[in-house]
Structure formats: structure tokens, C-alpha cells
């Protein structure tokens, strides 16, 4: 999977790990605040307005969930 680092440089990473966190704002997914997540990839500029919203992420939970996450949700 390819990334961008702290400095907006594009990395390859093999595997990233987080924690989902909907800091309360999304009723469908707060349930699942706390859990553990893999990040597949980042989402392109055609799969959302990244100068809007920011950075977003195709994550998938341990029992096989898959959805979109901002940024700020993977910690």
C-alpha cells in the first residue's frame, strides 16, 4: 500500500494497523469506536474531495467490515 507521511510524501507501507475512533459523530460506526482496523489504502482525489474533507482511508475491521474513515478516525 502506498501512503503519504507526515511531510506529504508518498511511502509504500506493508501493513498499518489502527484504532477507529468516530469521536462520537457517526451513529452507525460509534459502536465500533475502540476497535482495531486495517488500513487498506488511501482513497484518490476521484473517490473523494480531498481538499474538503481531507485524507481518507478503506479500512476493514477484524470481523471483515469494510468502509471509508477520515483521517482523524484512525489513530
Same mark, same amino acid.
Given at each position: 500500500?502506498?501512503? @503519504?507521511?507526515?511531510?506529504?510524501?508518498? @511511502? !509504500?507501507?506493508?501493513?498499518? /494497523? /489502527?484504532?477507529?475512533?468516530?469521536?462520537?459523530?457517526?451513529? !452507525? $460506526?460509534? !459502536?465500533?469506536? +475502540?476497535?482495531?482496523?486495517?488500513?487498506?489504502?488511501?482513497?484518490?482525489?476521484?473517490?473523494?474531495? /480531498?481538499?474538503?474533507? +481531507?485524507?481518507?482511508?478503506?479500512?476493514?475491521?477484524?470481523? +471483515?467490515? !469494510?468502509?471509508?474513515?477520515?483521517?482523524?478516525? $484512525?489513530?
Amino acid at each position: 500500500m502506498i501512503m @503519504r507521511d507526515e511531510d506529504n510524501i508518498l @511511502r !509504500e507501507v506493508t501493513e498499518m /494497523k /489502527k484504532i477507529f475512533d468516530t469521536h462520537g459523530n457517526d451513529s !452507525e $460506526l460509534n !459502536e465500533r469506536s +475502540g476497535q482495531e482496523v486495517e488500513v487498506i489504502r488511501e482513497l484518490t482525489d476521484d473517490e473523494c474531495d /480531498k481538499a474538503e474533507v +481531507g485524507n481518507m482511508f478503506h479500512i476493514r475491521f477484524n470481523d +471483515g467490515y !469494510e468502509t471509508d474513515a477520515f483521517e482523524d478516525e $484512525l489513530m
